[in-house]
């Protein structure tokens, strides 16, 4: 494949995962994987681990745009965090104890389910709302989040970032930047930790593709963190719905013409 290719394929990954990350806290992996195996033919297993690496930087600058605009919880972040961790490992464990099954769609449909969600339903808690929570109880809310969020990753392998949105939404009553800033922050940590294991696992990747896709995916992500830092929630909400439902629309569609 000849390098126009290859830098047309990242420059639309990378811009879709970007964007996801920007705006909703979404994992790199559920784009640049589906993208670099369906049209520079690469080995899943290394497609992921370049996705991973992709979204370090991506999510690290976006937590560091929305923590700058005070729309990080880092304390409840770094709780979560860790239950995160430590029960996607347990999840993991359990699965390879069961009869293999095809999975890996349940994320793409929720992340089309969710960006329906937000243009319909948007989440309109202000920061006042979220702040009268007691922070006992924010804090025991955060560790059984992160437990159910690391052990359903662990176990059918994907949808991070998805459920943690979800979840700190919905659940946990986050306005919506705070949400994403949360999450962007707790993926940061969670892609490095998967990144390095597939590098070590799998062996170092095709270094113009990984840079490429490392490169855009952290123009697209700095661009639409500081949009929607700037943005009004209703704004927000429904420019969150449309790049999820998007995303997800193109990703079925990959899924089922590859």
């Known amino acids: 494949m000849n390098l126009l290719s290859v830098v047309a394929v990242t420059f639309f990954a990378g811009m879709g995962a970007g964007l996801g990350t920007g705006f909703a806290g979404m994992s790199a992996a559920a784009v640049i ?20 690496s992709s979204d370090v930087l991506a999510s690290a600058v976006s937590a560091y745009t929305y923590h700058k605009n005070k729309n990080l919880d880092v304390k409840n972040g770094l709780v979560m965090m860790l239950s995160v961790l430590l029960f996607t490992v347990v999840g993991s464990y359990v699965a390879s104890l069961l009869p293999s099954a095809t999975m890996g769609s349940f994320s793409v449909f929720m992340t089309f389910l969710l960006g329906v969600k937000f243009i319909v339903r948007p989440v ?5 709302d979220m702040m009268r929570v007691d922070a006992h109880k924010r804090l025991i809310q955060s560790i059984v ?7 359903i990753c662990g176990f059918i392998g994907a949808g991070g970032g998805m459920m ?5 939404t919905s659940v946990l009553g986050y306005e919506l930047k705070t ?6 922050f707790i993926m940061t940590f969670t892609a ?4 390095v294991s597939h590098f070590m696992i799998g062996g170092a990747p095709d270094w113009t593709v990984w840079t490429l896709c490392v490169v855009f995916t952290l123009l697209w992500a700095r661009i639409a ?3 929607a830092n700037r943005a009004q929630p209703k704004t927000l909400n429904r420019a969150t719905g449309v790049v999820l439902v998007v995303l997800g629309a193109v990703i079925m569609l990959f899924k089922v013409f590859a």
């Open 192 to 195: 490095l930790t998967g990144a």
């Open 33 to 52: 994987s589906p993208m670099l195996i369906t049209f520079l033919g690469m080995e899943p297993y290394m497609a992921v681990g370049i996705a991973l």
């Open 164 to 168: 943690m949105l979800l979840i700190l």
């Open 145 to 151: 989040s992160g437990v159910l969020i690391g052990f």
């Open 124 to 128: 309109m808690t202000t920061r006042e």
């Open 179 to 184: 949400a994403v800033g949360t999450s962007v």
């Open 225 to 227: 963190a500081v949009f």
